[in-house]
């Protein structure tokens, strides 16, 4: 998205959430005055920092697109398990302690911030159904009021709409009291960011590659000869990535289907992680290969470079229903292989015996 839509689509929200607390006199109001954020905590599988972001288990499972030998891949498999930092859309932030809010409503302060806002009938009703039983804890300066928040910058989308409409949603249960000793109610991660965090926390091996012939101790191929080029060790063509964040669960899945060879010095056929040369697999062809024009002499170390990428297009789900795709990812990596050049002698044909 351009600069300038996400900015338009920034004012168009500011100017939703301002119409709301204007129209509705609800949470929102009081709100958009401003709260103290608290440090908050949590149970399970989400743990909240000091600037309400939360910490997440993220696993990874790669499957190898090192061919078996006979034209199959998948055959290894190798995982990662790392945690990663993400800030909810929506969360509760600390308010103040119950025999705080108690004064400030029970002072009239609280209508004459929220009379700010319009004026209206009922006004104490209203404070007073925002904070269910506030005069039962009036007395304790230990225990705080938690109110719901969300903030359009950790929005994983572009709709504004959706956005208003989650905003409303979350917002409408108002303030939850917690007692001392318990813990802050836990910070809702939608699918979405739960899926985009999972997946910027995982590192995608990049690709090794084996090639084939390899002649002497310099292991060169040759000149004008079809290099046979296959995927080896833990290059990945598939990664599954799971992450769960309170009820929430998210799965990305990453899918590659072939190595981007880009040689400096030769011309590269891919269209599959290609597969080991034997004298069996001879017969059968290969979908990877590189024709080398020029020998490696030039080149420093006498080996010509190969750029080797591999291309992920990724898809995830999740519990709450959040569906979609991400951006294609890209793994670049440089490796070299030794070229030599094989010298022949034209004889001319004479009828001498």
Known sequence: ??????????????????????????????????TPTGSGSSSGSVSAGGDGSVQIAVSAEYVSAAADGAGGGGVSVSAQSVTASVHPVCWYEQDRTGAEVAEWIDSNQAEKEYSVHGNWGGIRSYIESEYPDYDSYADDTEGYWYKPWCDWKYYNGDDPMEYQK???????????????????????????????????????????????????????????????????????????????????????????????????????????????????????????????????????????PVDVKVSYAITYTATDGATGTMDTHTTSTTTTIPVAEIQTIIVRPTDEP
């Not at 012939?213 to 290059?235: E, F, H, K, L, Y």
Request: proline fraction near 6%; charged fraction near 15%; hydrophobic fraction near 45%.
């Open 166 to 304: 989650l905003f409303a949603e979350f917002t409408s249960n108002g303030p939850v009291y917690v007692p001392a000793g318990q813990a802050a109610p836990e910070p809702v991660i939608d699918g979405a960011t739960l899926a985009r965090a999972a997946w910027d926390a995982v590192t995608i091996p990049t690709a090794t590659i084996g090639y084939n012939p390899s002649v002497g101790q310099s292991r060169a191929t040759v000149v004008g000869m079809d290099t046979w080029i296959w995927a080896t060790g833990d290059t990945p063509k598939e990664v599954r990535v799971t992450a769960t964040a309170g009820p929430v669960s998210a799965t990305v899945t990453a899918t590659a289907s072939r190595l981007t060879l880009q040689p400096k010095d030769g011309t590269a056929t891919c269209t599959g992680f290609g597969i080991p040369w034997t004298e069996d697999n001879d017969r059968l062809g290969t979908d990877c290969v590189i024709v080398f024009d020029r020998s490696s002499a030039h080149f420093k170390d006498s080996v010509t």
């Open 1 to 34: 998205m351009k600069h300038k839509d996400r900015v338009t689509l920034t004012v168009i929200v500011a100017l939703l959430v301002f119409a709301s607390a204007v129209i509705v006199p609800n949470a929102w109001a009081q709100r958009l005055k401003g």
